[in-house]
């Protein structure tokens, strides 16, 4: 029973995870990328990603279809950005992988 009671508390838990996840959004921002990030930019078609101060940040000329996961494969966001810059702040840090139709990049945050 008590084995029972935990994997039920377990699941749910991880379901309320998934739903605030859900909730983080893209934001699209004026801001120039000045200065370095801790992670190199991915130049791919024009289309930059950074990653810095908890917050995954795209440069991109066109409008693109943009997936992240958290390095377990669980899907934080999925968006499509239109031309310009746009800013995903995450509540925790850690290894992100941006996938952009199929290139996919690692950000460290």
Same mark, same amino acid.
């Given at each position: 029973?008590r084995?029972l009671?935990a994997?039920?508390?377990l699941v749910?838990? =991880?379901g309320?995870? #998934?739903t605030?996840?859900a909730? *983080?959004?893209?934001h699209?921002? #004026?801001r120039?990328m000045?200065?370095?990030?801790? #992670?190199?930019? =991915?130049t791919?078609?024009?289309?930059? *990603?950074?990653?810095?101060n908890?917050t995954?940040?795209?440069?991109?000329?066109?409008?693109?279809?943009?997936?992240?996961y958290t *390095?377990?494969?669980q899907?934080?966001s999925?968006?499509t =950005?239109q031309?310009?810059?746009?800013?995903?702040?995450l509540?925790?840090?850690?290894i992100y992988l941006v996938?952009?139709?199929s =290139?996919?990049q690692?950000?460290a945050?």
């Open positions: 029973m084995r009671l994997i039920l508390t749910f838990v =991880l309320l995870g #998934n605030a996840l909730e *983080i959004q893209w699209e921002t #004026n120039e000045t200065g370095k990030s801790l #992670n190199d930019p =991915l791919s078609d024009g289309v930059k *990603i950074y990653g810095s908890g995954i940040t795209i440069v991109t000329p066109k409008r693109i279809t943009v997936r992240v *390095i377990l494969g899907v934080v999925r968006a =950005l031309p310009g810059t746009s800013e995903l702040r509540g925790s840090r850690g996938r952009i139709g =290139l996919t690692k950000v945050i």
